[in-house]
């Protein structure tokens, strides 16, 4: 029996310690009932990351690889719209994408831009016409499909 009393206390002190507790507490529903999602996303200083110190980031390394590249061979020149806005703009592009496809960063899973169909599996049947134990004629069945639907369909 103390054995129960206790473990109900401890039950108790845990809920309340739960609902204390942001972590272990359940999300709040807004007022048409709906959980409030404002938790999910980047952080303005995780866009500011992204968006922002990601591709300038990209671009310094390839103007430094540029600058190397020039102090190796003196004809090459150093070229700032070449060398640090086209990789600029990549690593931007990339960022803006991964963006899109996350959700504006709100999911782990990657959904695609443009749902594809799903592909369908196709059966060939081959369909056998015996006499007297030889095989007479071999008809694919999905060639005669294709015209009976196209009959029926008119």
Known sequence: ?????????????????????????KPAADDDG????????????????????????????????????????????LN????????????LAMSIVIGIQTGGFTTNEVKPLVPWPKVRRVKTIVRKKKKNGQIVEVVEASENENETTSKKDN
């Open 1 to 25: 029996m103390a054995k129960t009393k206790s473990k109900a206390t401890s039950d108790e002190a845990f809920s309340k310690h739960a609902e204390q507790d942001s972590a272990l507490s």
């Open 34 to 77: 709906t959980l409030n999602k404002s938790s999910k996303g980047l952080t303005t200083i995780g866009k500011i990351f992204v968006f922002l110190v990601f591709p300038v980031t990209i671009g310094v390394i390839a103007l430094y690889i540029a600058y190397l590249e020039t102090r190796r061979t003196p004809d090459k020149v």
């Open 80 to 91: 700032f719209d070449q060398d640090f806005m086209v990789p600029f703009l990549l690593a």
